[in-house]
């Protein structure tokens, strides 16, 4: 089935065939639209030319193209017309005729052309189509500053623009080079370093070079050992047996610096200095304004100009976000110092995490709990956390004892306190930001109830702590679940209260209770079935026989009930897939009908509950139950887990809670145990995160059971 999608006046439609929405919905003769501006697309026929139309399918570059390529970071555009190529302006106005083989262009250069009928094929022209380098080569490309690379029959040499010959065309190869003014050259393994202001050479005594994605900074080998050469140090000691380049600084990046090692010990050198530290530590550690430098007794810090910017002592270094980097000894963080050694905060902590969404805010973690600390202000915000969890990109709940805060990182503020806070729709949603809080009013034998109820960003209560439960329900209402199990629509935006008609009635909620055993059985509204009485459904009316529920004055034709039915409930639940739509009952085991009062799932369950009132935007599942285990079925009626646990939590990101006994884990949309069921408590993934307790470990893992923050030792 077509179902087109509307955006910016184009319409796209599924089999990937285009059109404008001012034609009838059947008019799509595109198969590609590239929009330029807010009235310009380049588009291509279905017979794979492309011209450029606007807005109103008005043509405004007729289709004759092979294609037409717009220049990064320039105003032209490459085409190709019947096999020749030129270039057009950014008003589609001809700059360079299609008359060539190839062309080539970077932004504020020449064009490299190649053009077949002339001797040579290769030259090069202006964006106004002026000769600059006749066609005389076999082949072109860019050199150093303002020069050419080009190849005649006996190899590779470098002209200006002005046909000035500065290197002969002999050599086999001329590497891209890290040094401005210089080009190597190298031929029958014989390598020359040219001054190209000078037009002068020097011969390498080395026996191969070592690029770095496809650039010599200056490594080279001779005789199985590595150094480092420069034009001002053409002739350095070749003393290492490994050098790795590790960081380009400076302008253009012209500096660089190596990581070297002889034997098992390791130094860095710099090419603009030379050795900036000695080789006697293990391998170097760059960050962002510092090098970490160990050793078996001792950690050193030097920023890249070799000054020393903390004194060594017996500790060790990590970093944060490349900006921020901690002193430790034995897993115990005594300071925090910014990326010059400026100390920011001194105490004995166990853990430090920082924050995605704002590297100057982070948590530590000492024996009261984590501290959240500004470091831009260099100040505590709050102290005494007992846990944390993210609820979108900037705003976390932090819990104080038993009660949660909203803290938003960007206003360093605290909000209104609630016993439990979960964001209501997914962070990245467009609805303005709500808050589920719930408050504990049952406890007993480790099983939890809560009451629930909506606060805003800034804490301000929306709807009091009094729902059994609250979920979205679409795009833009939430269902209340009353302490009745009724259901009440609200409109997310007004929130003002509009009962709907055909609002769910929830007969079976697993998230009710924590304890399962607890759920309602579905028989909330049933015909326990009298002898004589007669009930209808939809256009059928029912009778209570001796063999069970019968229909009364059937249609020809239409199949009776199964023997044994003694309960059905009347009412319609319009949420089952497989078209299902009544429950009924058969001896002690559930099933349900559908609108022809067939048969839709079997009575061979004890429970049967609707996934949309679990997960409203994912309702493609039903729960089970059987033998006081639960299972999950999918929309085809196919169970896709076992029989197997004592709880089946709702999905969210793609991930159901699962329990057995009392451990949790977690399956995905397949039915895949993905995450074993070994932790004593999980909670629902959130940005691909789930915090997890195991024993009297707090942390958090992936989907792929990978602990990524707080991991236990």
């Known amino acids: 089935m077509i179902n087109p999608e509307a955006f910016d006046g184009v319409i796209k439609k599924e089999d990937n065939r285009y059109g404008f929405k001012i034609h009838a919905k059947s008019h799509y ?5 590239k929009r330029l501006d807010d009235n310009v697309y380049l588009a291509r026929r279905t017979d794979g030319l492309w011209g450029c139309v606007d807005s109103l399918d008005e043509k405004i570059l007729p289709f004759e193209y092979q294609f037409i390529r717009k220049l990064i970071g320039g105003d032209l555009f490459v085409i190709n017309s019947l096999g020749k190529m030129g270039l057009l302006s950014s008003k589609f106005e001809t700059k360079v005729r299609s008359i060539y083989d190839d062309l080539l262009i970077y932004p504020k250069k020449n064009c490299l052309a190649r053009n077949s009928g002339q001797w040579g094929q290769w030259g090069v022209i202006s964006e106004y189509e002026d000769t600059i380098i006749p066609f005389h080569y076999l082949d072109i ?9 080009i190849k005649k029959e006996d190899g590779w040499g470098i002209i200006d623009s002005n046909l000035h010959l500065i290197i002969a065309p002999v050599y086999e190869q001329l590497p891209n080079t890290n040094f401005p003014g210089y080009q190597l050259a190298v031929t029958d393994s014989i390598f020359h370093l040219y001054d190209l202001e000078k037009k002068t050479y020097v011969t390498l005594d080395i026996d191969s070079i070592i690029s770095e994605n496809g650039m010599w900074s200056g490594l080279a080998k001779k005789e199985s050992k590595f150094g480092i050469m420069s034009p001002n140090n053409t002739g350095p000691p070749f003393i290492y047996d490994e050098i790795n380049l590790a960081r380009t600084t400076g302008r253009n990046k012209k500096v660089h610096y190596y ?9 860095v050198y710099c090419d603009s200095v030379g050795l900036l530290a000695p080789i006697q530590f293990d391998k170097p550690i760059f960050h962002g304004y510092f090098i970490e430098l160990n050793s078996d007794s001792t950690t050193q810090l030097i920023d890249y100009s070799g000054k020393e910017v903390s004194p060594p002592d017996p500790s060790s270094v990590k970093t944060i976000k490349s900006k921020y980097f901690i002193r430790y000894h034995k897993d115990t963080i005594y300071s925090l110092s910014d990326e010059r050694g400026n ?16 590297p100057n805010f982070i948590l530590l973690k000492d ?17 005494d956390i007992v846990e944390y969890i993210y609820l979108s990109r900037n705003t976390l709940a932090l819990r104080k004892g038993t009660k949660w805060v909203l803290f938003l990182l960007s206003k360093n503020n605290e909000y209104t306190s609630h016993q439990v806070i979960l964001p209501l729709f997914p962070p990245n949603s467009s609805n303005t930001p709500l808050f589920k809080t719930a408050e504990l009013v049952h406890q007993e034998n480790g099983e939890f109830q809560f009451h629930y109820g909506i606060i805003d960003s800034l804490g301000k209560t929306i709807l009091p702590n009094k729902y059994l439960n609250i979920y979205p329900k679409g795009d833009s209402t939430i269902m209340l679940v009353n302490k009745d199990l009724s259901g009440i629509v609200y409109n997310y935006h007004s929130l003002k209260s509009s009962p709907a008609s055909n609002s769910p009635r929830l007969i079976t909620h697993p998230q009710v209770s924590l304890n399962p055993q607890a759920m309602p059985t579905g028989r909330n509204k049933v015909a326990q079935g009298k002898p004589g009485q007669i009930i209808s459904l939809d256009s059928y009316k029912l009778t209570f026989t001796d063999k069970g529920w019968k229909i009364l004055d059937p249609a020809i034709g239409k199949e009776q009930l199964p023997d044994g039915i003694l309960s059905i409930d009347p009412s319609p639940e319009n949420q089952f897939y497989l078209d299902a739509k009544y429950y009924f009952w058969k001896g ?30 994912h309702p493609n599942y039903i729960y089970v139950k059987s033998d006081g285990k639960f299972a999950l079925m999918d929309a085809n009626g196919k169970i896709i887990t076992p029989f197997k646990y004592d709880e089946i939590r709702a999905f969210q990101e793609d991930m159901a809670r699962v329990r057995i006994g009392g451990s949790w884990g977690f399956i995905n949309r397949a039915g895949y145990e993905i995450i074993p069921v070994i932790y004593d408590a999980a909670f629902p993934f959130i940005h691909g995160l789930s915090k997890v307790i195991k024993g009297q470990e707090i942390y958090f893992v992936n989907k792929d059971n990978t602990c990524v923050v707080n991991c236990p030792e």
């Open 29 to 33: 003769p595109y198969t590609d639209l």
């Open 141 to 149: 490309d860019y050199g150093p500053e303002e020069s050419y690379r």
């Open 259 to 267: 990581i070297v090692r002889i034997a098992k010990q390791y130094g």
């Open 343 to 358: 100390k920011i905060i001194e105490g004995k902590f166990s853990q430090i995490q920082s924050l995605d969404y704002d």
């Open 367 to 383: 024996k009261q709990g984590w501290t959240v600390l500004n470091l831009y202000e260099k100040k505590e915000l709050l102290n």
């Open 588 to 617: 002690d085991k559930i099933g349900m009908l559908n609108k022809d009062l067939q048969i839709a799932i079997d009575p061979y369950y004890d429970v049967i509950a609707n996934a949309r009132q679990l997960s409203p935007s």
